[in-house]
């Protein structure tokens, strides 16, 4: 078993920054890919970014491409998402995933994630 604990949510005004963390304790793998997905009410949960056990690969959604990095601390297991220029349309509930080793070209898949975190809210408004 694995569990992910979030952190790092908040309000912040349109243009600004969050740093989403993701710790990864229990029988944790160096394998794991790690993503990022989010729900916004009414909506269905999407994927945000992912990056693969080694950090050589990264996929993000095409609505936060350039706006958004992930990244990973395989020493700390935590995984982090940098939400750096933020917009009203990014107001959601991110969670993190953790999953067995797989190609990038599928890790937005969320059928490929085993382990969930609990969500944490990102609110983006003036």
């Known amino acids: 078993q694995v569990q992910l604990v979030e952190s790092g949510g908040g309000l912040v005004q349109p243009g600004g920054s969050l740093r989403l963390s993701c710790a990864a304790s229990g029988h944790t793998s160096s394998t794991y890919t790690m993503g990022w997905f989010r729900q916004a009410p009414g909506k269905e949960r999407d994927f945000v970014a992912a990056?693969?056990?080694?950090?050589?690969?990264?996929s993000y959604a095409d609505s936060v491409k350039g706006r958004f990095a992930i990244s990973r601390d395989n020493a700390k297991n935590t995984v982090y998402l940098h939400m750096i220029i933020l917009e009203p349309e990014d107001t959601a509930v991110y969670y993190c995933?953790?999953?067995?080793?797989?190609?990038?070209?599928?890790?937005?898949?969320?059928?490929?994630?085993?382990?969930w975190g609990q969500g944490t809210q990102v609110t983006v408004s003036s």
């Open positions: 995933a953790a999953g067995p080793q797989m190609y990038i070209a599928t890790a937005n898949r969320e059928s490929r994630y085993t382990y």
């Open positions: 990056i693969t056990w080694s950090g050589s690969s990264t």
